[in-house]
């Protein structure tokens, strides 16, 4: 994802995420740290054509150096826009943020999911992530609980989603 996908990326999430979309703001902020040597995240935009039908990210945090501890790498968003439902696309995303999390040589990848998006936890599941607990109205201004899953060993996840799955859909990060 670079600046110029912004604003795409956001009518998307305003579809999909009325109630608590991500601003403008937030979503330069993450991309102020996704660029260079020092870069702790990964922010990826799908594109049918000229139009952005997903996106993804993932931050990491800590290093595998840190004393006694070892980097974590925590899913931000996956979006894929409805009309792309069930065609793998999301499967081609959180595969590569786990390539990234094994990038940044994260140990664990943690992510919040809404505790309504039965949709979003099977993807999840396929992947190995496992529901540890739960946030209490997490997602605001709704007031809607997260489940919070955990993916040990991101390296070894399986990848349920070749990479032709979705004919005439390119993943640029």
Known sequence: MRWWDIDPVLELERILFPEDAWSRGMFWSELAHARGPAATRRYLVAEQGSRVVGYAGVAASGTASDSRSA?????????????????????????????????????????????????????????????????????QPG??????????????????????????????G
């Not at 894929?80 to 990848?109: I, N, Q, Y």
């Not at 489940?147 to 979705?166: G, W």
């Open 71 to 139: 980097a974590v790498a925590d899913i931000q968003t996956v979006a894929v826009a409805r009309d792309h439902w069930g065609t793998g696309l999301g499967g081609r995303l959180l595969t590569e943020l786990l390539k990234a999390a094994t990038a940044f040589e994260c140990a664990e990848v943690m992510l919040e999911c809404r505790i309504d998006n039965i949709r979003a936890q099977k993807l999840y599941e396929r992947f190995g992530f496992e529901p540890i607990g739960f946030r209490r109205g997490y997602y």
């Open 143 to 172: 007031n809607v609980d997260a489940l919070v899953m955990r993916l040990t060993a991101p390296e070894t996840a399986p990848e349920t989603a070749p990479e032709n799955s979705v004919q005439g859909t390119d993943i640029h």
